[in-house]
């Protein structure tokens, strides 16, 4: 008769040792066999099913390859592949096939080896497995036998939906006389589940030589989604009952597994679901995550834009921002993370961003609460200058400019325009006073204004006027932004000068002084060359008949004077008087020129020879104490006419002209 050896599967599972801290390796490499022993005959070569399952957190690269121990031969090995992928958490199956010769007995031992690295050549620690499968030489079916087949995976994962898991499982008589089968769930120390049981319906086959019938097995999952992470196995144990040989009869085994897949779920609650925030504010909250899965697992704290809005750098994570949620029901099952959330100026004042608050396993989203912020509003602006200089401009006429306002908040805002450091009597006049912007974020955030600088007649060009044009908000707050303007004004050249008199009589030796106001009429500092010329003299400025100069008020020579704008100096012309007799006389022109310029200003004077006296006096009609001295008493606003005597005091027998001049309070000569 022929004898089924027992198949036996090993099923790793995965114990998850706990500390303080949890480390778990990169991969995480187990192998086991279904079935793990079997005949083989040169007819008929043995299958085995090689499950590989990676409990590490990442996905890993597995190279298989196959070791045959001493005794074996006339047997040999081949692998449906030597290199699978195996995901995080996730297993594949490779078949090995185990061939016979005719010279081949006994038995022999495949030893299957597994080296598995961290995909993608990342960093990471290897693991290595290996699961050794017995295959006998057999010459073909006897008088009892029974096989177990089925054409489903024999490792299934579960959905986590349905109540129970069911395989098709064929039993084929392959022996010369009918068998009677018996059908039962077993398990050994290599197959177990501690957690769920398995039915074989129906459980008794009689079934004549050749044929076979399908029997169900099923596994009940009464806690569904709850039950226990892991691997669980199976052994379906066929046994032809009617075999003489009572101490061994035929039989088969088939082994099932069930991969119960972690369920790395929570529950989150927030302490606030809103908030109203302007950019750069910010408010703290938490959330709070019960694990609701089906094993341990580490949760990550995790803020996502549900819209598709960029909200990098809005929500801080208080640390830590991983830890390990134990089981449901133990006493860490719960954990709260705070963090702080404080939106930028990125988007337009009054959008609503939903944020969705995670608590990650890895890349998965295990639970998510929405947190709404409305952004509120932040204000600025800059502004830009055409120009930041106007040169030369005209006294009398206007520059102009214009200026690029930008609004940088993040909302609809007026704003007004501003100047400060505007000279007297200098105006500056905007194309619009205001300004209404769109966002930051629209299209209409930038309008260009026209700017009119009116420079006066009077203006100075002695320094450049500095104008420091702001933006601000309507209402007059700190400006958002300022630019200045530097401005110069043409320089204007203009000398005017007046002269008392004209004409003079002096003795003979005797220098003669006419005095002259020069005044700088123009914008700027000027230096006045002081020329004593012949009248007569049309190509230049030849010497006068008379020896001429010019003098300070202290007497001095001088030949130059400088001037500020709108200052005034009284100089004196002096003429030496050279002729000896009466009557003779000269003529002089006083120049008065600005250096560098054409402009001038001219007064011709004559000197007459006069060897007489030349005298006037002057006295109040009603003197006080002093009689060169009259004192008076006004009220503000008040006015008073009095009368003085001049006298000639000369001896000049045609009379004199008596040029009278006043200083000091407002006052007129009347005759």
């Known amino acids: 008769m022929d004898r089924k050896s027992p198949v036996t599967i ?3 599972i995965m114990l998850l040792s706990m500390s ?6 990169d991969v995480d490499i187990s192998l086991s066999a279904n079935p793990s022993s079997a005949e083989a005959t040169p007819d008929e070569a043995a299958e085995y099913n090689i499950l590989i399952q990676n409990s590490g957190d990442d996905d890993a690269a597995v190279t298989l390859s196959t070791q045959q121990g001493n005794d074996c031969n006339g047997f040999s090995s081949t692998l449906e592949t030597t290199f699978v992928q195996v995901g995080s958490q996730s297993s594949e199956q490779v078949t090995l096939t185990v061939t016979v010769t005719d010279q081949a007995s006994g038995e022999c031992e495949t030893t299957v080896n597994a080296q598995g690295q961290v995909s993608g050549g990342a960093p990471g620690t290897p693991s290595n497995a290996d699961v050794t ?8 079916g006897g008088l009892y036998s029974v096989s177990l087949t089925t054409d489903e995976p024999t490792t299934k994962s579960y959905d986590g939906e ?20 018996q059908l039962e769930m077993t398990s050994d120390s290599d197959c177990e589940s501690d957690d769920l049981s398995a039915t074989v319906d129906p459980s008794v086959l009689q079934l004549e030589p050749e044929s076979q019938e399908e029997v169900t097995v099923t596994i009940d999952m009464p806690n569904g989604g709850e ?4 691997s669980h196995c199976f052994i379906l144990k066929a046994t032809v009952t009617n075999d003489p040989n009572a101490a061994d009869q035929a039989e088969d085994n088939l082994s099932l597994s069930l991969n119960v897949p972690e369920i790395r779920e929570c529950d989150a609650s927030l302490q606030y679901s809103s908030h109203n ?8 909250n938490s959330i709070e995550v019960e694990n609701i899965g089906n094993t341990d697992w580490t949760v990550t704290a995790n803020a996502q834009s549900l819209d598709g809005e960029d909200i990098s750098g809005w929500v801080e994570f208080d640390s830590p921002r991983s830890i390990l949620l134990t089981e449901p029901g133990s006493s860490d099952d719960t954990h709260t993370f705070t963090f702080d959330i404080t939106p930028d100026d990125s ?4 959008t609503q961003v939903a944020i969705g608050i995670q608590g990650r396993a890895g890349s998965e989203i295990g639970c998510e609460k929405i947190l709404t912020v409305t952004v509120g509003q932040e204000f600025g602006a800059s502004m830009a200058l055409s120009k930041s200089t106007l040169s030369n401009v005209e006294p009398g006429t206007s520059g102009t400019l214009s200026i690029q306002i930008t609004n940088q908040g993040n909302g609809q805002e007026t704003m007004a325009l501003g100047t400060t450091g505007v000279p007297p009597g200098w105006q500056v006049s905007f194309s619009q006073s205001s300004v209404t912007l769109g966002s930051a974020q629209s299209s209409n955030n930038k309008e260009t204004v026209g700017v009119d600088i009116f420079v006066p007649e009077d203006a100075s060009a002695e320094s450049d006027a500095v104008i420091s044009f702001t933006v601000g908000r309507g209402g007059g707050s700190t400006p958002y932004d300022s630019k200045d303007l530097t401005v110069s004004v043409a320089p204007r050249h203009e000398v005017s000068t007046t002269m008392i008199s004209d004409q003079q009589t002096g003795r003979s030796d005797q220098i003669v002084q006419f005095p002259l106001v020069v005044s700088n009429e123009g914008n700027i500092r000027d230096t006045f060359r002081l020329q004593a010329c012949d009248p007569g003299d049309q190509t230049g400025c030849g010497s006068p008949m008379w020896q001429s100069s010019f003098s300070d008020d202290n007497g001095n020579s001088i030949t130059q004077l400088a001037l500020d704008p709108g200052q005034s100096a009284q100089i004196y012309l002096d003429v030496l008087v050279e002729g000896e007799e009466d009557a003779d006389s000269a003529r002089v022109l006083a120049r008065v020129a600005i250096f560098g310029t054409s402009e001038s200003s001219e007064h011709t004077v004559t000197v007459v020879v006069s060897n007489y006296n030349y005298g006037m006096a002057v006295s109040p009609q009603s003197p006080g104490d002093d009689p060169g001295q009259m004192d008076v008493v006004l009220p503000p606003g008040g006015t008073l ?8 005091t000369g001896d000049y027998p045609a009379g004199d002209t008596a040029v009278i001049s006043i200083t000091g309070l407002e006052s007129s000569v009347s005759r």
Do not use: K, M, R, Y
Request: proline share 2%; charged share 20%; hydrophobic share 40%.
């Open 20 to 25: 303080a801290t949890i480390v778990s390796a």
């Open 162 to 181: 349905d109540n129970e898991v069911t395989w098709d499982v064929d039993v084929e008589n392959n022996g010369e006389q009918q068998a009677n089968v």
């Open 227 to 230: 039950t226990d992470a892991g």
């Open 277 to 284: 925030l302007d950019p750069g504010e910010q408010a703290s």
């Open 641 to 648: 006419s009095t009368f003085f005597w001049i006298d000639n």
């Open 347 to 350: 988007l337009e004042a009054g």
């Open 10 to 12: 090993l099923i790793v």
């Open 133 to 140: 499968v017995v295959t006998t030489a057999g010459d073909g």
